[in-house]
């Protein structure tokens, strides 16, 4: 921690959420405490906040949230941190085309978590070069050591397959460190992972690389002794550590309101599909900004998200069939208000995201989901594909608004509507072609439901 704030990343410590900033994601959220005395010693956090550590009116929580400025997303369910570290390593990489690169830092343990994969897979095919992993190999879990403990070569080989450029280092070596960071920023089309050899209490006696240890205090009476050896340790006491400062190659995020510039274009007793009416509507507010991109985790011509990609190809991300992973990007993406994300896939298959979409919300982000082929009117592909608790998942987040048109033109102001609706907001749309019965002109607006009969 100490290398990437005050070595590596470039960053304005009095400006956490500058857009021009290095970004940094502690995935293993547990790690907190390290986290806000990096950015007290970067001079952003009082150090007396510090003893509020936890509390209950303190933000500085046991796992960090976006109520702090320097955080970007909510961590602490692990396995998380690299989706939407790819998220926003993509966004700068192929939208921002800036030069701001994306710091990772997680642990041994979650790497039993598939959704780390997942996005391992993503960064690579996509080439993201900006991004920068670190692997905490402290060999310790919660209640007994990881799977692989200090096993360093498998790590490497399990990186190196998923098409990383991969390091392993020593983690307490800061001038290995330095150079293993340097190096990663040489390294083009393939993001780097730093798989770093640590030992849990490094430094503390009767502490190191024990089991028993994890998210517990140490006993008042020892804090004293373990301190004064610690301090014995530092060679350069009172030394100022001024972090880089970026490059000014980032616009301001726009946060002007996104319109259809042109009304809904059906007549009543027309049939028109929801989805089918979703693709169009996503097409046309593209056009109005180009703020607006689209995800899809390869159903994109059933949710019609084509009909996006066929008019902005470069504003739109291919994110295969681990929507975990495409919820954790359009996460990633929507940081900052870098961009107004829209990712779409079946209904159903949300519920395998739902954690994602969960600390999306503690995340504060805006995100836009969108769910076809709901409830039974799927019919013929059976109740594998049938949405019937998506309602119920998205009702129970908090922030998070839901639409549910019934024709076209509901459908298409439920996009415009959403683009412009703070928390997260999903659109569920349905797989029949159904009869439109709203003119063009109809008014809508969030939470007023209109009475057809």
């Known amino acids: 921690m ?13 400006d956490p959420r500058n857009q021009c900033n290095d970004r940094f994601v502690l995935s293993k959220g547990h790690a907190a405490p390290i986290l806000y005395a990096a950015w007290a010693e970067a001079g952003y956090v009082k150090e007396s906040d510090l003893l509020n550590l936890r509390k209950i009116d303190s933000d500085l929580e046991g796992h960090p949230t976006p109520k702090l400025a320097f955080v970007d997303v909510a961590t602490g369910s ?7 570290s790819s998220g926003m390593a993509y966004t700068g990489k192929y939208f921002d085309k800036s030069s701001y690169r994306v710091y990772c830092m997680m642990g041994d343990g979650e790497c039993s978590e598939g ?14 070069d900006n991004l920068v992993a670190i692997i905490d190999v402290n060999r310790l879990g919660q209640s007994e050591a990881a799977p692989l403990k200090h096993d360093m070569e498998v790590y490497r080989k399990r990186c190196e397959a998923f ?7 020593d983690g307490h070596d800061v001038e290995e460190l330095c150079k293993a960071f340097w190096q990663a920023k040489q390294v083009k089309d393939k993001p780097t992972c730093i798989v770093a050899k640590t030992f849990k209490g490094k430094g503390l006696e009767n502490i190191e690389d024990l089991d028993n240890w994890h998210g517990k205090p140490i006993p008042k009476d020892k804090v004293d002794g373990l301190l004064k050896e610690l301090k014995a340790q530092i060679q350069v006491p009172n030394k100022t550590l001024c972090p880089e400062l970026p490059k000014e190659d ?10 259809l510039l042109s009304p809904p274009a059906y007549k009543k007793g027309e049939k028109m599909a929801t989805r089918r009416a979703y693709g169009v509507a996503l097409a046309k507010l593209g056009e109005a900004s180009k703020r607006v991109v689209a995800l899809d985790g390869d159903t994109k011509n ?4 084509e009909t996006f990609k066929k008019a902005f190809p470069d504003r739109y991300i291919e994110c295969f069939i681990a929507e975990q992973n495409m919820v954790g990007v ?3 993406c929507a940081t900052r208000d870098r961009t107004v994300a829209f990712a779409s896939a079946f209904a159903a298959f949300f519920s395998r995201g739902y954690d994602q979409i969960r600390m999306g919300a503690i995340s504060q982000s805006n995100v836009n989901l969108v769910g076809s082929h709901c409830g039974v009117s799927i019919g013929e592909d059976g109740p594998s594909q049938m949405a019937l608790e998506d309602l119920a998942i998205f009702r129970a987040i908090p922030t998070c608004t839901v639409f549910y048109p019934s024709d076209a033109v509901s459908t298409e102001r439920a996009v415009e509507l959403s683009a412009n609706t703070k928390g997260i907001c999903f659109i569920r749309t349905s797989r029949p072609d159904n009869a439109v019965i709203y003119s063009p002109d109809e008014k809508f607006e969030v939470g007023i439901a209109k009475v057809v009969r």
Request: aromatic share 18%; glycine share 8%; net charge positive.
């Open 163 to 169: 098409g990383w450029n991969t390091y392993v280092v």
């Open 330 to 332: 359009a996460i990633g």
């Open 250 to 259: 980032t616009e301001p995020a726009d946060l002007s309101p996104i319109a």
């Open 115 to 128: 959704s780390v994969w997942e996005a391992m897979a993503f960064a690579s095919y996509y080439k993201l």
């Open 78 to 84: 692990l396995g998380q941190g690299l989706g939407a």
């Open 302 to 305: 059933s949710t019609f998200s």
């Open 2 to 14: 100490s290398v990437l704030f005050f070595n590596t990343m470039r960053y304005k410590a009095k």
